[in-house]
């Protein structure tokens, strides 16, 4: 199995800028196929990126496509998510989660390893 810690959360006005950072211990993180999710007060957990085992491919929600960066570097055993011009709507619970699969996958049953989550909050 793998642990996952995610940091770089805080807060951050309107259009501004937080890298999150995932960083995964006990297993190889080149095994595992990585995505964000996040979860907003009242409202259920969403997915927001994921990325292939090499990262070879991506994919975003709708709502994030063109403001977020999914990366990983497997070297370091890391994966990040760039947020750019954040809005209200992205105050959230960001989580990091793993898939023992190949392919990425939107859906937040797909993934066995989160981590504990870390607190976006975007002032408006």
């Known amino acids: 199995q793998v642990q996952l810690v995610e940091s770089g959360g805080g807060l951050v006005q309107a259009g501004g800028s937080l890298r999150l950072s995932c960083a995964a211990s006990?297993?190889?993180?080149?095994?595992?196929?990585m995505g964000w999710f996040r979860r907003a007060p009242g409202k259920e957990r969403d997915f927001v990126a994921t990325?292939?085992?090499?990262?070879?491919?991506?994919d975003y929600a709708d709502s994030v496509k063109g403001r977020f960066t999914i990366s990983r570097d497997n070297s370091k055993s890391t994966v990040y998510l760039q947020m750019d011009k954040l809005e209200s709507e992205d105050t959230a619970v960001y989580y990091c989660?793993?898939?023992?699969?190949?392919?990425?996958?939107?859906?937040?049953?797909?993934?066995?390893?989160w981590g504990q989550g870390t607190q976006v909050t975007v002032s408006s």
């Open positions: 989660a793993a898939r023992p699969f190949l392919g990425g996958s939107n859906d937040y049953r797909a993934y066995s390893y």
């Open positions: 990325i292939t085992q090499r990262g070879s491919a991506t």
């Open positions: 006990g297993r190889p993180i080149s095994s595992y196929t």
